[in-house]
């Protein structure tokens, strides 16, 4: 498979992949994004496109700034803060500074390493209530807080453990496979469940209280999951609202109104937003002309997508891939 099919059959918005292994599900991911100095300061990309899986995760932003947003919510995070993501809640990640590299690590378990037993006392009352919502943990973690500096401290602890040796030897790459344990780990994964175990307590003590999940809310946020899962996989044709918002069986007008409470931007800015960050993955990736990737990427004119491209990133397509492969 060449590079330019690789970006056009990748993966929904939902992971169907498996972070760890059955017997250890637990996956260890590194994220480095370079600067690019063709674009202009402020300018909003994407590093982490939109998605959910059904594991926890724990974000920890190492290099650079960023805006972590979690089912819709945003969060402004710096070096050192670390947010953390609850089951099957959808969120991605911008950044606004092209001068820096940003370097961000994701820690993604099954709630299965907490507990493996639907009846299990643990699963019961420290798992299922923060699947559930009545539980909810702090979103993002900082060092000028006592008990979030000691949970950063256990994350850091767990990422010491992994070997990233492929990001010593390709540091402009900005995807690698998940990481595997260092040869002199000793108890590595003794270690990693022990730390999680602390990471939890600390956690569920400091949660606060909130309202179980209804039936209605669950429906419309599936719906909506839907709904990017169909604006993923037909970005690159002609789409409207209305066909859009007839794929999850919702009125464009409610749709209009469920999809920004959910994402906190309308279904029209995300469709068009969306198409510009893949083609940026196809300038960097391929060597596709720019009309065609304006072509892959649902816009019929390439003047209309040199001009959305332009006000989005404030620069032009090829300026953007100069940029890149400097």
Not at 48 to 57: A, G, I, K, R, V
Not at 226 to 238: P, S, V
């Amino acid at each position: 498979m060449n590079s330019a099919e690789s970006i056009d059959r990748r993966e929904g918005i939902y992971e169907f992949y498996e972070h760890g292994s059955a017997r250890f599900p637990i996956g260890m991911h590194k994220t480095i994004f370079p600067q690019n100095p063709h674009l202009a300061d402020g300018v909003t990309v994407q590093i982490l496109y939109t998605h959910w899986h059904s594991e926890f995760e724990f974000f920890y932003l190492s290099r650079g700034d960023c805006t972590f947003c979690i089912d819709g919510a945003s969060y402004e995070m710096h070096p050192g803060d670390a947010a953390f993501v609850p089951s099957n809640v959808t969120h991605w990640a911008t950044r606004s500074t092209s001068s820096k590299e940003t370097v961000f690590y994701a820690v993604v378990f099954s709630p299965q390493l907490i507990s493996d037993s639907a009846v299990d006392v643990v699963n019961e009352k420290y798992v299922m209530p923060v699947i559930n919502g009545e539980v909810v943990f702090e979103p993002v973690y900082r060092r000028d807080v006592p008990w979030q500096s000691d949970v950063l401290d256990m994350l850091i602890e767990i990422m010491t453990l992994y070997d990233y040796t492929p990001y010593d030897n390709d540091a402009n790459s900005e995807r690698h496979p998940q990481m595997m344990f260092r040869e002199d780990a000793v108890c590595a994964e003794l270690t990693v469940k022990s730390l999680l175990f602390s990471i939890w307590k600390t956690c569920v003590v400091h949660a606060a209280h909130g309202k179980k999940h209804t039936r209605a809310d669950k429906t419309n946020h599936e719906r909506i999951q839907r709904a990017l899962e169909y604006i993923h996989e037909h970005y690159g044709e002609t789409i409207s609202l209305a066909d859009i918002a007839s794929s999850v069986y919702m009125s464009r007008e409610y749709f209009t109104h469920v999809f920004r409470d959910c994402t906190n931007t309308s279904p029209f800015s995300y469709l068009n937003n969306y198409r510009i960050s893949r083609a940026m993955e196809m300038l960097e990736r391929t060597d596709k002309s720019v009309i065609e990737i304006a072509s892959a990427c649902g816009f019929n004119q390439v003047s209309y997508f040199n001009r959305r491209f332009s006000e989005l990133v404030k620069c032009t397509p090829t300026e953007y891939r100069r940029g890149r492969k400097q």
